[in-house]
């Protein structure tokens, strides 16, 4: 079976897989809608108890967050201890990887890149965010950038024995 995506190699700074990219797109914007909730309902970290577990949520973590989380935190003594390393990986992983792609492929456009993202990602039509990258990065960009090589190889490679046949 083909892959699509492209995988990320362990310690990447940034990402070139897709998933990655649309779970950091929209978990950039539920951070933004909930800071906004927190600032118009006066919540603060204070009023949740926990200063990190409120920036996990409003975002962003910083890395001294991060190293202090995985510092002091032993996964297996606590379920706190469980959570707050998952989300220390997971701002490693995902928020702060999508963070460097904006930056790195939308320049000066990062945020219009993000809003694009976020289209597609709830419309389903990936040809405006095709087309974008295109005009900035040249033909191809998309690809190039997020499939897998095998992905466009040729029809041949559909005939292989370990490709399932259809039903």
Request: with cysteine; glycine share 8%.
């Amino acid at each position: 079976m083909r892959k699509n995506a492209r995988r990320d190699p362990v310690g990447a700074e940034t990402t070139r897989n897709i998933g990655v990219v649309m779970e950091g797109a929209c978990d950039r914007e539920a951070r933004a809608i909930t800071r906004r909730a927190a600032a118009r309902h006066d919540i603060t970290a204070r009023d949740c108890g926990d200063a990190i577990a409120f920036r996990d949520v409003t975002g962003p973590l910083d890395p001294a967050d991060l190293s202090t989380i995985l510092a002091d935190s032993n996964p297996a003594a606590t379920e706190r201890d469980a959570y707050f390393v998952s989300l220390a990986r997971y701002q490693a992983n995902v928020n702060a990887r999508y963070e460097r792609f904006l930056t790195e492929i939308g320049r000066s456009e990062a945020e219009d890149l993000h809003a694009l993202i976020l289209t597609t990602v709830i419309g389903g039509d990936v040809s405006r965010l095709c087309e974008w990258l295109d005009r900035r990065h040249g033909p191809g960009t998309f690809t190039a950038l997020f499939l897998s090589p095998g992905y466009l190889a040729p029809e041949a490679a559909l005939l292989r024995d370990d490709f399932p046949a259809a039903g």
